[in-house]
């Protein structure tokens, strides 16, 4: 039994000398017909490598002949099999401009999407493959709307989509988590023109307004009102988003105090305009310090009547009677 073992071992290894040595031959030698038989006998066994030696000699001896088109194809799918998808895009991009009137055209632009495909990273990294790749499928269902791949076509897309938008909803979320309020909202505002049915809709909505109440409640005076107002305005636009019991409570709160921190920037913003009025009054000409003495008793009044439990207004009655004792020496 050991011997017959033994012997089938060595019949098997003179085999595959004799078959590489055959192979070798072919390769090196000026028999382009033998080549292309020998290249499509090692395609159908699976040995793309050495199909792929061949065909490249094959298509470059017959370039615009039916066995240079098969050559060419089978180059393409020969990376494609071994899974070297720059290769195969390669051959199947350059495929329908060597052979425009080939019937493979539609597979080959359908394999050249899906090496596109294949090129397309995690959603982590940087997105430019699957920006090419989604370009390569939609012109593939473009030229052929009846094809039996578009609806293959269209679901991967659809997983392209939602990777470049989860991409981007991580960087909304890292803006969030670095507490880079400005950033924040704009990445947010960004992606929600961007993605308006987005699975992430919900969360993106809270991170905007948020980081807008933040940005608001921290802003000098000189900003302060218009971010105030801003925030208030994405509040009421998010409303309903914001009725799940997840984001309910806070950002109920957060709009509450918006609207008492918007009374406070009216009221220093109507003190401020008191102060104005009256140094603006300090004119050598007396029609302009007569016009802003009394702008200032008329802000006063004004002031008065909406604040008058104010804690600026003993300071902004100060302004009045200097206001009302100049009026009257005048």
């Given at each position: 039994?050991?011997?017959?073992?033994?012997?089938i071992?060595?019949?098997?290894?003179?085999?595959?000398?004799?078959?590489?040595?055959?192979?070798n031959?072919?390769?090196?030698?000026?028999?382009?017909?033998?080549?292309?038989?020998?290249?499509?006998?090692?395609?159908?066994?699976?040995?793309?490598?050495?199909?792929?030696?061949?065909?490249?000699?094959?298509?470059?001896?017959?370039?615009?002949?039916?066995k240079?088109?098969?050559?060419?194809?089978?180059?393409?799918?020969?990376?494609?099999?071994?899974?070297?998808?720059?290769?195969?895009?390669?051959?199947?991009?350059?495929?329908?401009?060597?052979f425009?009137?080939?019937?493979?055209?539609?597979?080959?632009?359908?394999?050249?999407?899906?090496?596109?495909?294949?090129?397309?990273?995690?959603?982590?990294?940087?997105?430019?493959?699957?920006?090419?790749?989604?370009?390569?499928?939609?012109?593939?269902?473009i030229?052929?709307?009846e094809?039996?791949?578009?609806?293959?076509?269209?679901?991967?897309?659809?997983?392209?989509?939602?990777?470049?938008?989860?991409?981007?909803?991580?960087?909304?979320?890292?803006?969030?988590?670095?507490?880079?309020?400005?950033?924040?909202?704009?990445?947010?505002?960004?992606?929600?023109?961007?993605?308006?049915?987005?699975?992430?809709?919900?969360?993106?909505?809270?991170?905007?307004?948020?980081?807008?109440?933040?940005?608001?409640?921290?802003?000098?005076?000189?900003?302060?009102?218009?971010?105030?107002?801003?925030?208030?305005?994405?509040?009421?636009?998010?409303?309903?988003?914001?009725?799940?019991?997840?984001?309910?409570?806070?950002?109920?709160?957060?709009?509450?105090?918006?609207?008492?921190?918007?009374?406070?920037?009216?009221?220093?913003?109507?003190?401020?305009?008191?102060?104005?009025?009256?140094?603006?009054?300090?004119?050598?000409?007396?029609?302009?310090?007569?016009?802003?003495?009394?702008?200032?008793?008329?802000?006063?009044?004004?002031?008065?009547?909406?604040?008058?439990?104010?804690?600026?207004?003993?300071?902004?009655?100060?302004?009045?009677k200097?206001?009302?004792?100049?009026?009257?020496?005048?």
């Amino acid at each position: 039994m050991k011997t017959i073992t033994q012997s089938i071992l060595i019949l098997v290894s003179v085999l595959l000398i004799v078959s590489c040595s055959d192979y070798n031959k072919i390769l090196k030698g000026t028999d382009y017909d033998a080549k292309f038989d020998e290249a499509n006998r090692m395609y159908d066994k699976k040995m793309y490598d050495k199909a792929i030696n061949l065909y490249e000699q094959v298509y470059q001896y017959y370039p615009r002949t039916d066995k240079g088109e098969v050559s060419y194809f089978r180059l393409g799918e020969g990376f494609y099999f071994m899974k070297d998808y720059i290769m195969a895009g390669y051959y199947f991009g350059q495929f329908p401009s060597r052979f425009p009137v080939s019937e493979k055209n539609e597979r080959v632009l359908f394999l050249k999407a899906i090496c596109s495909v294949q090129n397309s990273p995690n959603y982590t990294l940087d997105q430019t493959e699957t920006e090419i790749a989604l370009n390569d499928l939609q012109n593939f269902v473009i030229r052929y709307p009846e094809s039996q791949y578009v609806d293959s076509c269209n679901n991967i897309m659809d997983r392209l989509r939602l990777k470049i938008e989860t991409k981007q909803f991580q960087a909304v979320k890292l803006y969030d988590k670095m507490d880079d309020n400005r950033a924040a909202v704009a990445s947010a505002k960004s992606f929600l023109e961007e993605y308006p049915q987005s699975t992430f809709l919900k969360q993106v909505a809270f991170i905007h307004f948020e980081n807008a109440y933040t940005l608001a409640i921290n802003s000098v005076l000189s900003k302060k009102k218009e971010r105030i107002e801003d925030a208030m305005e994405l509040y009421s636009k998010y409303y309903t988003l914001f009725i799940d019991e997840n984001y309910s409570n806070k950002t109920k709160k957060h709009n509450d105090r918006l609207v008492v921190e918007l009374g406070k920037v009216n009221e220093q913003y109507a003190y401020n305009e008191i102060v104005e009025m009256y140094e603006a009054s300090h004119s050598s000409s007396m029609h302009k310090k007569t016009y802003y003495l009394e702008e200032t008793i008329k802000k006063f009044n004004t002031f008065a009547k909406n604040y008058p439990n104010s804690d600026l207004l003993e300071k902004a009655r100060s302004y009045f009677k200097k206001a009302e004792r100049e009026l009257g020496n005048s």
